[in-house]
């Protein structure tokens, strides 16, 4: 498609964004898929911190899930915990250094960024890749894997946030997280 301009601008944006990342994930003698993985357990809340819901998100076969979580557990990234009310249920935990690593790796890619691109402009671009992600995400049947700030199921409660699909206590910090039971408001 050589008239399209956006999907180009948009290919190279990811093209330069994985270089980028595959560069930081070297340095720490990682592949690019899993600072993947662990970034995206930094930002997603309880409900999806397990290995299908890292596969939906990242878009990753159960293979490629599996043998990225062992190298992650063997350089003591993260931790695998059995879930209290269902012990087939597995959770990943990010360790204090999966964390920092996490941290330090995304805030970097970006940093530079943000600080030469003015808020307003910010906003704009990112109300414009909401609205274009979606529209892809309904097009193909994808998950939202949405904020739970923006989801239907969020009811806000006197002291804080009850999620509407499971009827739990969600605090203001765990509304700006990523959720795999998401669905738009």
Not at 133 to 161: D, K, N, V
Request: with cysteine; aromatic share 4%.
């Amino acid at each position: 498609m050589a008239g399209d301009r956006l999907g180009n601008l948009l290919e190279r944006l990811g093209s330069l964004l994985h270089a980028t990342q595959r560069g930081a994930a070297g340095a720490h003698g990682l592949q690019r898929v899993h600072l993947d993985v662990l970034g995206y357990l930094l930002r997603c809340n309880r409900y999806s911190d397990t290995p299908t819901a890292v596969g939906e998100y990242l878009g990753l076969t159960k293979g490629t899930v599996s043998q990225s979580l062992r190298v992650l557990e063997a350089r003591g990234l993260l931790t695998r915990e059995p879930d209290v009310h269902d012990g087939r249920v597995v959770r990943l935990r990010l360790t204090r250094r999966g964390r920092g690593t996490a941290t330090r790796e995304r805030d970097h890619a970006w940093e530079r960024l943000r600080r030469g691109t003015p808020a307003q402009q910010r906003a704009t671009l990112e109300l414009g890749l909401e609205r274009l992600l979606r529209a892809l995400q309904a097009a193909t049947g994808y998950r939202t894997f949405g904020l739970c700030r923006s989801c239907r199921f969020l009811r806000r409660r006197e002291g804080g946030f009850q999620c509407g699909l499971t009827g739990d206590a969600l605090s203001a910090p765990e509304t700006g997280k990523i959720c795999r039971e998401h669905e738009a408001a």
